[in-house]
């Protein structure tokens, strides 16, 4: 740390050091953040309850992969950002090989090669690049001048391209999404000049043809075309849209009530427990619930945002935005699709959809802005 | 990492980062924007399109098909009963691989092409995307258990039980209870709205019979109840249900042993027997020869067992007895000899010299009496019953050409000859009693007195079907009253009431030398019957008759065994018993039997033994009293062979598969215009 960093700012008041602050200080928690996130992990439990159909075993499972998450988060929040700084090249190059890895002896399931697998443990290294993805940019444009030089920009980019493409190959549109924001918003957050960033949008449009051509698979262009005309192809493609649609749009202002909806639990919705979830939802909860997650969902990224700000240097300051802002299209684009906005890629509902890594990574990254967030006081509560 | 840090300017950086951050809470806020507008827009604005869609995802309403009413006979034996039947089904959604699921149902259960073909055309017209599609019908208890064992792999394959017709006499009753089968496309193309709900869930139908005609009552009505289903279209709970009612019983005239005793008097013979009771005119038994399994028929028979009755050369598919036609032959003579009484053409007494033909004044053309080829003579001295026992052709003759058409016809329409007696079956033919007027459209020619003296044997145009002789012989037993034939005794326990067609008044007189006459058939001496009352304990009256099936040119002689089976002679015989207060009548006709067999009466007399007295025989058993007969039914041929030859051989030309056309054809021959 340079010298002026911390006596930039004095604690405002002595409030700052009333005995809970000082437990939080030690362990480094937000409790703003981590009340959030309770709150949502609890509506997330009682929604998969009803979705899974009452099933005691998911519930069990959910419980569990909760309970690694929160320990990932806490664990998190102990390292030092510098440490986290200086071991994101290593996070990213482990995290490339085995990407590279899965493309080779992956494991795979429903035509995708998603999974390696050491002995009996299977894990997706993608889950790995969502973490590694911001740090490492973040890292990067840290210790240059900002707003980046083009040399850096292409660099960067470059950092982005590789782990991105990587995902893509596997094929998993959804990850590759979220990895790619994760670096990009970095690069955006650092200052790339709006000139570079029109002429990103522009290229973008472009591009738009031949990837569609040649990098989209069958299943990809036929999610899109789908969503275009759902109705298309009601028993075959449009069948999940169609469904959701219903059950969101049949749950009203009020919902018809817990463990009520007739579309999830007559199985008419597919996947009502993992991506689709959201449907369940609104379908039991109507638009009151569905505001009140996406108010809770604004507030923790709002959060977020703050400790962005209040970030001490610039790489906590890029990296606590990153997460936020992946966290936030994590929502958009889940909810998005649900509702037949967006096409179906593969993004759960952070918190509420079932599944584990995805659990365990997003709470990791909050960890990481819970380390941010308490650097400042790390460094004061050290002084004393 | 420190030589950059001299570069740069942190606050800055810190500006750049906060303009930034505002413009992304800027794009975030307006994107949730968006995304709440987008749910509100769902939940609120198309709010009921999508809780309507919902519903109908939902709730369905399943018609429960009722149970079909069960048909018994007159004693209480069911003879149509309902069994369950365990369907299987697909519910073909976009979860199922249909491929696969059929290559493993191949290896669990026994599906044919037939199965398949049927499977995928029914795929075709399927209307709701998860209404189950059958696949193959009356699964074994193996099978139901190898499915079992399988469901985990056989997602959207189902089990259904349902109730099917089941027949457990086969084809005994075939030409009378009928058989049900699927409802086919042509049947559900012309259904009203109304058959529409009602047969909802109910895929029979009666097709022929008591199940055709009485299908109405049979059926029952449908129920329904509305159930809410899952995606797969499982059933998950019944939310409203309305109870089907079952369809009603019918109870039959029919006895099944009288049925089976008639079976087995026919032997397997081609033909058919009906014998109705002369005081209300049920039906209680009737036989058309050859039959067919019924139960073929009920869940959808297979192309080939159709093809293999329908090309049959028995026509086993034929009700003979009430869409065969045939001559009448000589049993026609009981009838004309009341004519003659009643309308004064003869009377008891008079006598006429038979010498073995009839001549019309100023024609040479012979009508020979059976005699004459048999004997080489006539009757010689000839009164009304006599020529009855004996069954006198020139008599006959003489009498029939005296009365005339315009006379004999309007007599005959009274004992239901010409018309639909009725019965309550479907597809029942009405013969030809012919008349000037239905000779003069038919052939656009005129009568001619020839075909006076044809009537008169009961050849030329006369086609009857089997049960009209029996209606006629009815009629006579019960003086004058004309019942109509009903096989159904009750529905739910209602009874039928009798129904009188027709009633002629006859002096009983009149009535009393006819019954002489047919009594002598059976019982006299020189009658053309005597065979078969001999050892009866009551008085039978009866008539023979032949019918014969190619006409013979003028003086050849009739050598049976020179023709075609097809176009040997018919034997006939109508009959009542007892004859002091006649119970049952009877009509039996073999077809193109020709004398070879035992005859027609010996199966009448086998129905009386059972029907008056209660005595039922084996197949091939001979009836005891019959000195010369001892075991099978080839050895009854010469005891009969010889008494009755009933031969009225005009040069007519009847095709006998006439019958099996819907427009008769009438032929005119040379032989008796020349006689003009």
New interface residues.
Partial sequence: MSGHDFLRRMPESGAGFSRRDRFAQRFHIDYMLLFLLLAISGAGMVVLYSASGNSIETMHKQGIFFLIAYGAMFVMAQVPVDFMRRAAPWLYSLGVVFLALVLVMGIGAKGAQRWLGVGSIRFQPSEIMKLAMPLAVAAFLSRQVLPPRLLHIVLTLLLIAVPTALIIKQPDLGTAILVLVSGMVVLFYAGLQWWYIAAVVAAFGASLYPVWHFMLHDYQQKRILMLLNPESDPLGAGWNIIQSKTAIGSGGLHGKGWLEGTQSRLDFLPEGHTDFIIAVMSEEFGLIGVVLLITAYILVIARSMHIALNAQETFGRLLAASIATTFFVYVFVNMGMVAGMLPVVGVPLPFVSQGGTAIVVLMAGFGILMAIATEQKRIMSSQK | ?FE??Q??D?LK??E???V??GV??GL?LM??G???Y???D???V??L???T???H??VHVEPIPPTRGLIYDTNGEILADNRPSYTLSIIV??NTDLEVTLALLKTLVDITPADLEKFYKLKKQQIH?LEPIPLHYQLTEDEIARLAVNEYRLDGVQVDAELVRDYPYGELFAHTVGYVSRINETELAQFTEEQLRRYSGTYAIGKIGIESRYESDLLGEVGSQNV?????GRV?RVLTRIDPKQGKNVTLNLDLKLQQQVVNALAGRRGSAVALNVKTGGVLAAVSNPGFDPNLFVTGISFNDYKALNESTETPLINRFIQGQFPSGSTIKPMLALAGLHLGFTDVNRTISDPGYFMLPGSTHMYRDWTLSKQGGGHGSVNLKRAIAESCDTYFYELAWRMGVDNIHPFGAHFGLGARTGIDIPNERAGIWPSRDWKRIKTKLPWYPGDNVNIGIGQGFVLLTPLQLAVMVSTIASRGDRFRPQLVKAVDGVVKAPIIDDHIDIKKEHWDAVFEGMQEVVHGARGTGKAFGVGADYLIAGKTGTAQVVGIAQGEKYNASGLNAVHRDHVLFIGFAPVDNPQIAVAVILENDDHKTGHAGLVARAIFDAYLRGIYRAEGEAINAVPTNNAAPGKLQKAISDPEADGAYESDTYDDSAYLQDDVKVPVEDSVRSNE
Avoid: D, G
């Fill in positions: 990492m950059n840090q570069f740069k942190h950086e810190a750049v980062f906060k930034r951050l992304m809470i975030m994107l949730f968006v995304l709440i987008r749910y509100y769902l939940q609120i198309n709010y399109n999508y809780v869609q919902s519903e995802n939902r959604n976009k995307p809410e289903t899952n995606a797969r998950q």
